[in-house]
């Protein structure tokens, strides 16, 4: 009877000293490095996946792995602009190409380039209504900021309703450089004309009031699509220069609305 009962259980013990080998197979440890480690320490959560990087789409375009953007929390919040900057290096180091050509920023030049748009007041909206009375104009220069949005990724409407966002929070100072940019614009000097008009948003936004034009992305996109902005400009602008002449041909609507528009043309 003994030997019975041992021979019945055998198979069952046999299973139960296997399992946790199986557990291990499937289960790994979790490692982190520096940047989500440091990114943690920030915003007390998770550490992100790690990021994959394509150029496929826009200058350039990142993806992540599983449902991290679901279960990344807010933007952190509370930081001095020193934390901050650190903060914005970690990701731009994950997201930008780690090769060194004319589409990747110098993350250190880059960060002066915020750090110097950190340094400026928010926009004051005063001047808003006024800029927004206007006709024709304020249409053609949105659809202009939109198309050079587009040329660093961003798609459907969201180039529109960044573009707007942005517009609504310049001076009317920069309203006027904007129609004097789209007065001379043509298809031969369209890329610098482009590169010059998102320049004006570069040089007047502070660094908060451009990551809230972004906002409606998803904290994500929102820092990321800011900072690939800004790297237009920190980079030298080469790589967005050859997109937008490429753009120039498909352009032939917005060169028509402007000749018909005459608080443009006069």
């Not at 394509?54 to 919040?77: F, I, K």
């Not at 790589?239 to 753009?247: E, M, P, S």
Request: charged share 20%.
């Amino acid at each position: 009877n003994q030997f019975q009962t041992m021979t019945l259980f055998s198979p069952a013990l046999a299973l139960f000293a296997v399992l946790p080998s199986i557990a291990a197979a499937f289960v790994q440890p979790q490692t982190f490095t520096r940047h989500s480690a440091s990114i943690r320490t920030l915003k007390n959560i998770k550490a992100p996946l790690p990021l994959l990087i394509t150029r496929e789409e826009g200058l350039w375009q990142s993806s992540l792995h599983a449902s991290t953007l679901a279960e990344a929390p807010d933007y952190p919040e509370g930081m001095s602009p020193e934390e901050e900057l650190e903060y914005l290096k970690e990701v731009a180091a994950e997201y930008f190409p780690s090769q060194k050509d004319e589409d990747t920023p110098d993350i250190d030049e880059l960060m002066k380039a915020i750090a110097t748009m950190q340094a400026r007041e928010d926009s004051d909206t005063e001047d808003v209504f006024r800029i927004l009375s206007r006709g024709c104009a304020v249409d053609i220069i949105i659809d202009t900021i939109a198309l050079g949005l587009s040329l660093i990724g961003l798609k459907g409407g969201a180039p529109k309703k960044v573009a707007r966002d942005m517009f609504d929070n310049l001076p009317d100072k920069a309203y006027k450089e904007l129609i004097k940019i789209l007065a001379n614009m043509n298809a031969k000097n369209f890329a610098n004309s482009l590169y010059s008009i998102l320049g004006i948003i570069f040089d007047t936004l502070s660094w908060n009031t451009l990551k809230k034009s972004f906002s409606s992305l998803g904290w994500w996109d929102a820092t990321t699509f800011a900072l690939s902005f800004v790297a237009i400009f920190a980079s030298g602008g080469t790589a967005f220069l050859i997109n937008a002449g490429i753009a120039a041909a498909s352009s032939g609507k917005l060169f028509y609305d402007i000749t018909q528009c005459e608080e443009i043309v006069g």
